[in-house]
């Protein structure tokens, strides 16, 4: 078995192609950019709800929240937390379904960042191909390959859309998330 490598592609003439489909590919990478910068921005207020379920101050929670290096394990540390510390079923359950949101934008950010690209001969991104090992027909592959066409472009927007309102409504939920977290009791008396 010999290892086959993908052509080296004719990378002078599709930079001189390109120009001629700059503005094409400029909205796909502003698109990259906006979903990368609402999702950054969603990730980080989880921040604030750190600090509300820990009881301490922004820096604290901000220290915390890096220590953890995955927003998988940043997740799963709220969520322990939420348990043990809010009171209200009604808030538990919608930190739950915000937290459910915005896995599912994690997934849309990760395709991505982490995929590669494919060009046409004009400069034209054309398609992504995950980085992700998956099976298929017993066989293990090398990620899912979507076309970048009108659809997919629609997609993100839409998505970039829902973390902005989903930005919004973890801004209005902190007051609430506050009210309802248990705060330990302060006396316990010891043997």
């Known amino acids: ?21 700059a503005d094409h590919r400029t909205k796909i990478l502003a698109l990259i950019g906006n979903l990368v910068f609402s999702w950054s921005n969603n990730e ?18 901000a220290i915390v929240f890096a220590t953890l290096n995955t927003t998988r394990a ?11 510390k809010i009171k209200d079923p009604e808030t538990a359950k919608t930190l739950e379904r915000v937290i459910d949101r915005f896995n599912d934008y994690t997934r849309v950010r990760n395709e991505f960042n982490h995929c590669m690209y494919t060009l046409s001969d004009r400069g034209e991104i054309t398609h992504t191909n995950t980085m992700r090992i998956r099976e ?11 076309a970048m066409d009108e659809s997919r472009v629609n997609e993100m927007v839409k998505t970039i859309n829902d973390l902005k309102r989903l930005n919004r409504e973890l801004w209005d939920f902190l007051p609430r998330l506050q009210a309802s977290v248990v705060s330990p009791q302060t006396s316990h008396p010891r043997s």
């Open 1 to 21: 078995m010999s290892t086959q490598i993908p052509i080296r592609p004719d990378f002078e003439a599709i930079e001189s192609a390109a120009i001629e489909t």
């Open 44 to 61: 980080s207020m989880f921040i604030y709800v750190l600090m509300i379920l820990l009881e301490t101050d922004e820096v604290s929670a």
């Open 74 to 84: 940043r997740i799963e540390l709220i969520q322990r937390l939420a348990k043990a």
């Open 136 to 146: 298929s027909k017993g066989r293990l592959v090398l990620g899912e390959i979507r």
